[in-house]
């Protein structure tokens, strides 16, 4: 435990949760999960698998009838054919990711993140023994790694590179080209594993999707690729996440699953089924819904000297730099840092934001557009008239 330290994004939920008790509502923009309803014919086949009596253990890495659904999504969305003995489903995306790095990491052996990089990657290695290395990236180059600053970063330690696009928290989604060139580094490297982090996968822009594996078929003995429902689907609560790869490593993390959690629930298996079969017809509203309010926050960050953001192409957050408005308007007011301003915005603007620290990017603030338009409004207008100096 003494390896992982306290989440930065604790601090902010604590300072939340003192306001609320004082009877001040503070709007949360720090939660990375959509405020829409799951869509109805999921609830409906969850509540059928209940009354079926689908309420036993099942294999440890989900039903049979899971796994065609999975292997047909992928077969389907990414062009790419899996055995069922290649896939596994867990407790949402999370725990895949957790098991994939238990089982494969050694004291010492290192992980490559794109930095900023979603807040878990870094103390999930922690915890199972690895060293994240964090490699920056730029708001320049679209927050994308560099094929050159990967080569840089890769020892004979390294193990894993991890690869999230759509990106949290910068909304960042990797072209088929750009891909395939950070792919061919790895080409010189044949230990090293590739994690494609795809949860955000139908989230986009208008901009189209690639998953390494697609863009590099000869490479399957060396990715896993790792998706599930919780943000393509708003069942982050369901928690199913499934995950594909080599053999050895599913069997790996099959075995961990099986002396710890077992199945994911035989009902949200159920549900994601219906969730990975049927049609996505929801998906339009919600991502005609997701750009206007990305257009909101898009208009609030102009507005205010000194921030600047590029426009997310994917996910639901907008990565804002706050450093020249750190050093102008937020140094007569004593604010010095990101977590200093998420800290002061809960108060001048009842809005709660997460410091960029948290995913290896201080001078930086992650807002979460999820929430309701109105609401998202009213909160991006309270934040220009805190921080405009009157
Ligand atoms: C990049 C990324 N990966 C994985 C997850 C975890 O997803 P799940 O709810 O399936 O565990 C999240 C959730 O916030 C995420 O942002």
Same mark, same amino acid.
């Given at each position: 435990?003494?390896?992982?330290?306290?989440?930065?994004?604790?601090?902010?939920?604590?300072?939340?949760?003192?306001?609320?008790?004082?009877?001040?509502?503070?709007?949360?923009?720090?939660?990375?999960?959509?405020?829409?309803?799951?869509?109805?014919?999921?609830?409906?086949?969850?509540?059928?698998?209940?009354?079926?009596?689908?309420?036993?253990?099942?294999?440890?890495?989900?039903?049979?009838?899971?796994?065609?659904?999975?292997?047909?999504?992928?077969?389907?969305?990414?062009?790419?054919?899996?055995?069922?003995?290649?896939?596994?489903?867990?407790?949402?995306?999370?725990?895949?990711?957790?098991?994939?790095?238990?089982?494969?990491?050694?004291?010492?052996?290192?992980?490559?993140?794109?930095?900023?990089?979603?807040?878990?990657?870094?103390?999930?290695?922690?915890?199972?023994?690895?060293?994240?290395?964090?490699?920056?990236?730029?708001?320049?180059?679209?927050?994308?790694?560099?094929?050159?600053?990967?080569?840089?970063?890769?020892?004979?330690?390294?193990?894993?590179?991890?690869?999230?696009?759509?990106?949290?928290?910068?909304?960042?989604?990797?072209?088929?080209?750009?891909?395939?060139?950070?792919?061919?580094?790895?080409?010189?490297?044949?230990?090293?594993?590739?994690?494609?982090?795809?949860?955000?996968?139908?989230?986009?822009?208008?901009?189209?999707?690639?998953?390494?594996? #697609?863009?590099?078929?000869?490479?399957?003995?060396?990715?896993?690729?790792?998706?599930?429902?919780?943000?393509?689907?708003?069942?982050?609560?369901?928690?199913?996440?499934?995950?594909?790869?080599?053999?050895?490593?599913?069997?790996?993390?099959?075995?961990? #699953?099986? #002396?710890?959690?077992?199945?994911?629930?035989?009902?949200? #298996?159920?549900?994601?089924?219906?969730?990975?079969?049927?049609?996505?017809?929801?998906?339009?509203?919600?991502?005609?819904?997701?750009?206007?309010?990305?257009?909101?926050?898009?208009?609030?960050?102009?507005?205010?000297?000194?921030?600047?953001?590029?426009?997310?192409?994917?996910?639901?957050?907008?990565?804002?730099?706050?450093?020249?408005?750190?050093?102008?308007?937020?140094?007569?007011?004593?604010?010095?840092?990101?977590?200093?301003?998420?800290?002061?915005?809960?108060?001048?603007?009842?809005?709660?934001?997460?410091?960029?620290?948290?995913?290896?990017?201080?001078?930086?603030?992650?807002?979460?557009?999820?929430?309701?338009?109105?609401?998202?409004?009213?909160?991006?207008?309270?934040?220009?008239?805190?921080?405009?100096?009157?």
């Amino acid at each position: 435990m003494s390896r992982v330290g306290a989440s930065p994004t604790a601090a902010v939920s604590d300072r939340v949760r003192a306001a609320a008790a004082q009877g001040i509502a503070i709007t949360n923009l720090g939660e990375g999960e959509l405020d829409f309803a799951t869509p109805a014919h999921v609830v409906m086949a969850g509540k059928c698998a209940i009354d079926r009596g689908e309420t036993k253990y099942t294999a440890v890495s989900g039903t049979v009838s899971l796994k065609e659904a999975i292997r047909k999504k992928f077969e389907r969305d990414n062009g790419i054919s899996f055995r069922n003995a290649e896939i596994i489903a867990g407790n949402g995306a999370k725990q895949l990711i957790f098991n994939a790095f238990l089982a494969t990491l050694d004291d010492g052996d290192e992980v490559i993140l794109p930095a900023p990089y979603w807040v878990s990657y870094p103390d999930m290695i922690r915890l199972t023994g690895g060293r994240p290395v964090a490699v920056g990236t730029t708001m320049a180059s679209g927050w994308k790694l560099q094929p050159e600053t990967l080569r840089s970063a890769i020892t004979p330690r390294t193990r894993w590179l991890v690869l999230n696009s759509p990106g949290n928290p910068t909304g960042a989604v990797y072209t088929a080209a750009e891909l395939r060139a950070l792919l061919e580094v790895l080409d010189g490297f044949p230990d090293i594993l590739v994690l494609a982090d795809d949860i955000y996968e139908p989230l986009r822009y208008g901009v189209p999707f690639s998953t390494p594996l #697609q863009v590099r078929p000869d490479m399957r003995e060396r990715v896993l690729t790792v998706n599930g429902v919780s943000k393509s689907h708003a069942m982050t609560g369901w928690r199913l996440g499934y995950a594909a790869g080599p053999e050895w490593l599913v069997r790996a993390m099959d075995i961990l #699953q099986s #002396q710890s959690t077992s199945n994911p629930s035989s009902i949200s #298996q159920g549900a994601a089924i219906a969730a990975l079969v049927e049609p996505p017809v929801f998906l339009e509203g919600w991502l005609e819904t997701l750009a206007a309010r990305r257009a909101i926050v898009m208009d609030m960050v102009a507005r205010i000297p000194g921030l600047r953001a590029w426009r997310p192409e994917g996910a639901f957050y907008v990565f804002i730099d706050v450093r020249e408005w750190l050093a102008g308007s937020g140094q007569p007011l004593g604010i010095v840092d990101d977590v200093g301003m998420a800290a002061w915005l809960i108060g001048s603007a009842r809005a709660a934001l997460v410091p960029g620290t948290a995913f290896g990017a201080p001078g930086h603030l992650r807002l979460a557009f999820a929430i309701e338009t109105d609401t998202l409004r009213a909160t991006c207008e309270r934040i220009v008239a805190a921080c405009i100096p009157v």
